[in-house]
Each structure stands twice: as structure tokens, then as C-alpha cells.
């Protein structure tokens, strides 16, 4: 039998740039947008490479909202 991959392309685990008041929402945009203009295929965001394990269940839910838009 023959299995198709789940993914082609090139994937980024990116950073959750912060500031003093939590996620800097305007930087990781900016960065996400990057990315995506570089020709990414797709983003690991709050993954265990960077901040995630460190962000609470809401800063996850925000940076997901946040890339998704």
C-alpha cells in the first residue's frame, strides 16, 4: 500500500515575540506576514522549539487568533 505524505512544502516553528505586557501582537504579525511573503508553507505556532510551553492557555489562544487572521 501506498501512503501519501500529510505534508509537502517547508514549515517554520517561529518565535512568540513579547514585550512587558505579554505577546507583541504587532511584531509577530509582522513576522508571520514574512514568512508567508518568503513563500513558507506553513507555520508551527506556540510550538515546544520557543515560548509555547511557557505561554499560558490563553497567550496560546490569542498567538492562534493572531496568526490565523
Known amino acids: 500500500m501506498k501512503h501519501e505524505p ?5 514549515a517554520t516553528a517561529l518565535i512568540t515575540p513579547t ?3 505579554g505577546i507583541d501582537f504587532a511584531a509577530f504579525k509582522k513576522l ?3 514568512q508567508i511573503d518568503e513563500g513558507i508553507n ?6 515546544t522549539t520557543g ?5 499560558s492557555d490563553a497567550e ?4 492562534l487568533s ?4
Open 6 to 10: 500529510i505534508f509537502r512544502g517547508v
Open 51 to 55: 515560548e509555547g510551553s511557557t505561554l
Open 42 to 47: 506553513a507555520l508551527v505556532i506556540c510550538g
Open 32 to 34: 508571520i506576514n514574512w
Open 19 to 21: 514585550d512587558e505586557n
Open 60 to 63: 496560546h489562544r490569542d498567538a
Open 66 to 69: 493572531c496568526a490565523v487572521e
